[in-house]
């Protein structure tokens, strides 16, 4: 099954979304297999997987003030954070061309990254102390993502500022393709950076998800 099939018959049931039914068409005595149970199954395989060290890219769904996020990580760290506004579909596609065609949905190695995202949305932690991949980013675009968690919570910089900061002064325009390419929003913070007039500028999730980030941090 590949990547985008197995999205398909998995992030339309939400993790721990199950309401107990069992609603397949009876065909000849037999229940068709509701989403439920074909994310069950996707989940067993992807710890078997895991367990033989055969799983390279993880992934599940949460649910969060800013619509359904994916979370993907490799054995090295979380390496995606997606937008629905993405298509997790192509997400997950993309995953599979850059990184490896091994990827299951799995919870387990992603457990410590949703916990800290509903502590983050709870307004519990300021900070994220996860282990990442930065592997899908290179060059200046991963020196900007690797400054990123130095703009403290609940504070901005702009582009211009953080061009400075790593070096660069002029090279404005680039810190605003290195946050629009950012490969995991919300927990390298690239909603944080604005446009020199205080604008929010372009963002992943799209400005009105830049806006709740901002504004939550604002309220803590």
Same mark, same amino acid.
């Given at each position: 099954?590949?990547?985008?099939?197995?999205?398909?018959?998995?992030?339309?049931?939400?993790?721990?979304?199950?309401?107990?039914?069992?609603?397949?068409?009876?065909?000849?005595?037999?229940?068709?297999?509701?989403?439920?149970?074909?994310?069950?199954?996707?989940?067993?395989?992807?710890?078997?997987?895991?367990?033989?060290?055969?799983?390279?890219?993880?992934?599940?769904?949460?649910?969060?003030?800013?619509?359904?996020?994916?979370?993907?990580?490799?054995? %090295?760290? #979380?390496?995606?954070?997606?937008?629905?506004?993405?298509?997790?579909?192509?997400?997950? %596609?993309?995953?599979?061309?850059?990184?490896?065609?091994?990827?299951?949905?799995?919870?387990?190695?992603?457990?410590?990254?949703?916990?800290?995202?509903?502590?983050?949305?709870?307004?519990?932690?300021? %900070?994220?102390?996860?282990? #990442?991949?930065?592997? #899908?980013?290179?060059?200046?675009?991963?020196?900007?993502?690797?400054?990123?968690?130095?703009?403290?919570?609940?504070?901005?910089? %702009?582009?211009?500022?953080?061009?400075?900061?790593?070096?660069?002064?002029?090279?404005?325009?680039?810190?605003?393709?290195?946050?629009?390419?950012?490969? #995991?929003?919300?927990?390298?913070?690239?909603?944080?950076?604005?446009?020199?007039?205080?604008?929010?500028?372009?963002?992943?999730?799209?400005?009105?998800?830049?806006?709740?980030?901002?504004?939550?941090?604002?309220?803590?």
């Amino acid at each position: 099954m590949t990547p985008v099939n197995h999205a398909q018959t998995t992030h339309g049931s939400r993790d721990g979304a199950h309401d107990g039914t069992h609603d397949g068409a009876d065909l000849g005595g037999r229940l068709e297999p509701t989403a439920y149970d074909v994310s069950r199954l996707h989940e067993r395989l992807g710890a078997a997987a895991e367990a033989e060290g055969l799983l390279d890219v993880a992934y599940r769904t949460v649910d969060s003030p800013v619509g359904p996020l994916l979370l993907a990580a490799t054995p %090295t760290g #979380l390496v995606r954070v997606a937008y629905e506004v993405e298509g997790f579909d192509a997400v997950l %596609t993309t995953l599979a061309a850059r990184i490896s065609p091994r990827v299951l949905r799995s919870s387990r190695r992603l457990d410590a990254a949703a916990r800290e995202l509903e502590e983050y949305f709870d307004r519990r932690r300021t %900070t994220f102390d996860l282990p #990442l991949d930065l592997s #899908l980013s290179s060059g200046f675009r991963q020196v900007v993502q690797r400054y990123l968690p130095q703009i403290a919570y609940g504070h901005t910089a %702009t582009y211009g500022q953080v061009a400075r900061d790593v070096g660069n002064p002029r090279a404005s325009r680039a810190v605003g393709t290195a946050c629009a390419t950012n490969p #995991l929003p919300v927990v390298v913070p690239c909603h944080r950076v604005l446009r020199g007039d205080g604008s929010l500028g372009g963002y992943l999730g799209g400005p009105e998800a830049k806006r709740t980030l901002l504004g939550l941090e604002r309220a803590a």
